[in-house]
């Protein structure tokens, strides 16, 4: 599915902390401050301001604020004696929301240079530091932090306040090594959502002598940063459908693309003739015309998916292409549903209420999406409002994070939960919502093998199932 269009905007700014020793260790690119200047020079980066070794954590701290305040556009903070590669640092830079993040392996082997993090559901909601201590950890933050523009000034509020309490000696032997990691602490407790962008294969450490740098560049080579783009471009929790008879070979049409130079959109507009060509073969209403109907159906769910891998893996993005793509999808569904009902018609000769059926499910979608919206602009709102309102939700002085942030969670939503970590039942979990890949396979192997009146009995049973699952979750989440 596609979200882009045009390449994002170069207006991040970047923070380089070229506060420590070893951001003068040398490389074959010169120092490792001069490797990671040279790297952001490739990444969508406006500017470059090198904070010099100085007075101090706090006065280290001060300079970030003043930048941020200054910034009309995400600030990416970073140490300068960092090891990365480009493409970890893209997982921040290139991202379509260029929102507040923070780059994390999931791995429990804490380290000074590697303080821990609790992620859930792809956001950070506990960070540590020497003086912080998170219980629950599963997870290591690798030195890399983005404010999105909306967060800029709790950014620049957290490093003050932060920079006092250093300066005052509350926060204890910190020192100018962690300003990152303090600051990741300080938007986490001050209730800011900042998502966790997992480096997977990738590798992103912090140097502290010239044996460490050297081992960390000849790591860096280990890794087919290209080979890693595209397994990233796929998504890695789709649906069983799109997983496995989609996503499996359609990988393979990504780099051609590429070369072919098709945008997104292209493609996305490719699917709606392979989408009109189906309902066009469904409504002969013969047996060798519903098969190749479902046969183009399932193609065009194969494009479908490759926009989104094709945006992802070129990094083309705009709320544009987002918008393009899910009206794309509604009506590629709801021209097939005509498509069928008229087939069904010119099959038998007796319409026997196809097109009652037909307008049903059609509701019943729309229904489905409009819970789906609504309630994904409901949680936004109230984001919103409540990062403008609400105070800090843990003190920055607490040494001991204390567990996990919220109300505990209730039995619905233990259980959904549990489900997640087996593959088995997430798959099951995401099959019972009904996703658009199980929905097109239901109406292609429906089509092909029966009639459109079995299609649409199938589509309003399983999708009522799906409504009533949906609506469940919905509002366990709400009185969380």
Known sequence: MTDSLTRVSTTTSA???ATTAAARLTCADGTLLDRINDQLATLPVRDVQVVPPGAGLGADLRSVAKIARLSSGPVVVLPADLVAHTEALALLLEHPARDTGALVCFDV??????PPVQVERGRIVAAGSSFHEVPDANATFRGVL?????DLGTLADIAEELAELADTGKLGPVSPVEAVDLLLVGLVRSGVR???ATLGPLHC???TSQHSADAAVTRL?????????LDTSVKSEDGFFATYFVSSWSRYLIRPAARLKLTPNAVTGISIGMAVLSAIWF???TRLSQIAGGLLLYLSFVLDCLDGQLARYTRTFSPLGAWVDGMADRFKEFVVYVGLAFGYTAGLGNPDGIWYLAAAAMILQVVRHSVDFSYSGAVADSGRI???WAKPRRSLLESADGGRYGVPRQGMLRLAQRMERESVTRYLKKMIVLPIGERWALIAITAAVFNARVTFLSLLAWGGVAALYQLAGRIARSSR
Not at 109 to 114: E, I, K, T, V
Not at 146 to 150: K, L, R, V
């Open 109 to 114: 082997m804490a380290a000074p240079l590697r």
């Open 194 to 196: 900042v998502r966790a």
């Open 15 to 17: 923070v380089l902390l």
């Open 221 to 229: 080579a280990e890794v087919d940063e290209t080979r890693v783009r």
């Open 146 to 150: 983005q404010a999105g523009e909306a």
């Open 386 to 388: 409540g990062a403008a």
């Open 283 to 285: 409504s002969e209403g």
């Open 205 to 207: 450490d912090r140097i």
